[in-house]
C-alpha cells in the first residue's frame, strides 16, 4: 500500500520543486563549484565556520575529502552549532541550496550529506519538519541516499506539497 508518504511517491514532484527553488543548474555555469568562490560558498550557505576551509577545493574534489578531514570538518561545525537538530538544519539547507543535478548528487551533496552521517538521525528527522523550503529539498535529497526514507517521506510530505500548491 502506498499512502504517498515514501520517496518513490514523493519523486514526481522532485523537478518542480527544484525548478520552483531555482535550484535546477543552468547549462552556462559550471556544474561543480569552483574554487576561490566565496560568494558562491555564502549564496549557499555553507556554515561560516567551514568556508575558509571548503574555499581552495572545488565543488567535485570535496566530494572526496579523505574521513580524516571530514572528520575535523564534523568536529568544527559541531563546536560551532552543539546543537544536533540545529546543526541538521544547517545542513540540510545548505544541501538543498546546491544545484541539481551535478553538484547536488554528486558534488558538494556528497560532502553535506557524510556530514549529515555524523548527526543523529533523531535530529535531522525533527530538522526537516522545518518546512523551510531549501531544508525540505536538501531532506529530500538526504533521504533518497537512505535505505529507508519511510520516515523523512512522513515528515516532509506535507512540506513538499504546501511547497508545490
Known amino acids: 500500500m502506498n499512502d504517498g ?5 514523493l519523486l514526481p514532484p522532485v523537478a518542480p520543486l527544484v525548478l520552483a527553488q531555482g535550484r535546477y543548474e543552468r547549462s552556462d555555469e559550471p556544474q561543480f ?14 556554515p561560516e565556520v567551514l568556508r ?6 572545488g565543488g567535485d574534489q570535496v566530494a572526496q575529502l579523505p574521513p580524516k578531514r571530514l572528520l575535523a570538518l564534523a568536529q568544527r561545525l559541531t563546536e560551532a552549532e552543539p546543537d544536533p537538530a540545529g546543526r541538521a538544519e544547517t545542513l540540510l539547507n545548505w544541501l ?3 544545484p541539481y543535478p551535478t553538484e547536488a548528487l554528486w558534488g558538494e551533496g556528497v560532502l553535506v550529506r557524510r556530514l549529515l ?3 543523529l538521525r533523531a535530529a535531522i528527522l525533527a530538522a526537516a519538519a522545518s518546512a523551510r523550503p ?3 529539498l536538501g531532506a529530500l535529497n538526504w533521504a533518497v541516499h537512505q535505505d529507508d526514507d519511510t ?13 508545490l500548491q
Open 96 to 98: 538543498g541550496r546546491l
Open 117 to 119: 552521517d555524523t548527526v
Open 151 to 163: 520516515p523523512v517521506a512522513a515528515v516532509i510530505a506535507p512540506a513538499v506539497r504546501q511547497l
Open 134 to 136: 531549501a531544508a525540505t
Open 5 to 9: 508518504t515514501s520517496i518513490p511517491a
Open 33 to 46: 563549484r569552483p574554487p576561490a568562490k566565496p560568494e558562491v560558498l555564502a549564496e549557499r550557505q555553507v
Open 52 to 57: 575558509a576551509d571548503l574555499l581552495q577545493i
